[in-house]
């Protein structure tokens, strides 16, 4: 089941239509509290969610979700008309797992929720990586730094877990899209930048492992 939250009733109903066509169960909601009332009958594989709702926000209602322990990996991708990066930043930094700008192609927003959900569902692989006063487990989905559990996204997480398996090894921005996201780089799409600043400021002093790579992308050093 996917839940959409969207105040606007043509884009609630062509998302809705866009889903249902391509096999899966969805039910939108025009209001939060219609949206929270079926919360308490079922958890959705995934929720669409507008920033820019009657009743509360968007963020308010993800941070919610997100401190729950229910739902803090529910996967959420946000839909708004807001492009700014500092409005990204935002919804990233409070649990979103991607963010979709208004006007968007159904195609596209198709794509992502595949990808999102393919990324949700599959079984993590087993791995365990030491670097500096950085650790981070795979199984359990637990990152430490100093010996203090940092909370990341599941998208942050992903990456952060793929830049460590090719330690040494550059990983282009259109690699990192593939295979987290699930689509390409155009050359103008932020997320993986967006992501990565984040990704450091939550790491603390361990962002600095990150290393940038001009140009290119972005890599890890260091020792394991």
């Avoid at 079984?123 to 795979?138: D, F, K, M, N």
């Amino acid at each position: 089941m996917i839940y959409l939250v969207e105040d606007d009733n043509s884009i609630r109903e062509l998302v809705a239509y866009t889903l249902h066509s391509a096999g899966f169960d969805a039910e939108g909601f025009e209001k939060p509290s219609a949206f929270w009332d079926a919360m308490e009958k079922e958890i959705p594989s995934l929720i669409l969610l507008d920033i820019m709702l009657p009743e509360d926000d968007g963020i308010s209602i993800l941070k919610k979700l997100r401190a729950s322990s229910k739902t803090k990996k529910t996967p959420v991708i946000l839909l708004t008309a807001r492009g700014s990066e500092y409005d990204k930043v935002m919804g990233l930094d409070s649990g979103a797992d991607d963010y979709v700008a208004k006007p968007f192609g159904m195609m596209e927003l198709l794509a992502r929720v595949k990808a999102l959900l393919r990324r949700a569902e599959k079984e993590e692989e087993i791995a365990e990586y030491v670097l500096g006063e950085l650790s981070v487990s795979q199984s359990r989905h637990e990152v430490m730094v100093d010996g203090k559990e940092v909370i990341l996204t599941l998208k942050e997480f992903e990456l952060l877990c793929l830049l460590l398996e090719n330690k040494g090894r550059v990983m282009t921005r259109d690699q990192l899209l593939n295979r987290i996201w699930g689509y390409g780089f155009d050359g103008e799409n932020r997320t993986i930048d967006v992501h990565i600043r984040t990704l450091r400021q939550k790491l603390g002093d361990c962002g600095q492992y990150i290393e940038t790579v001009r140009g290119i992308g972005y890599k890890i050093g260091g020792n394991l």
